[in-house]
């Protein structure tokens, strides 16, 4: 199984990056996915999860409203649209994905203990 991420880099605050995900070696309509972030010196957090059909979305409360997340489940791709951010979204990204067949995802990163993928930075700039 491999998650390779891409799309991060440098932006000023206001700006939008565009997050993407390329999921192989799996059935990726058998699992829900989210978008983790984690800062130096911090702990790993939630962004966002998505169910496996994607009728289901949320997001960590800092975000809402500004991030978008999405799948393709044909092209076994995660995406997360990041726009206005800040100086505080600045972290390496990483996508994971846990089987699931429910209505709804959970942003709890406990549940994600199988595969994730090796992270992109993000680095958001006043």
């Known amino acids: 199984v491999q998650m390779l991420e891409s799309g991060g880099g440098l932006v000023q605050a206001g700006g939008s990056l565009r997050l993407s995900c390329i999921v192989s070696?799996?059935?990726?309509?058998?699992?829900?996915a989210g978008w983790f972030r984690q800062a130096p010196g911090k702990q790993r957090e939630a962004v966002s999860c998505?169910?496996?059909?994607?009728?289901?979305?949320d997001y960590v409360e800092s975000v809402k409203g500004r991030f978008t997340i999405s799948r393709d489940n044909v092209k076994n791709t995660l995406d997360l649209q990041m726009n206005s951010l800040k100086p505080e979204d600045t972290a390496m990204y990483y996508c994971?994905?846990?089987?699931?067949?429910?209505?709804?995802?959970?942003?709890?990163?406990?549940?994600?203990?199988?595969?994730w993928g090796q992270g992109t930075q993000v680095t958001v700039s006043l």
């Open positions: 994971a994905a846990t089987p699931s067949n429910g209505y709804e995802c959970d942003l709890d990163p406990k549940y994600y203990d199988e595969y």
């Open positions: 070696g799996l059935d990726f309509e058998d699992y829900a």
């Open positions: 998505i169910s496996w059909s994607g009728a289901h979305t």
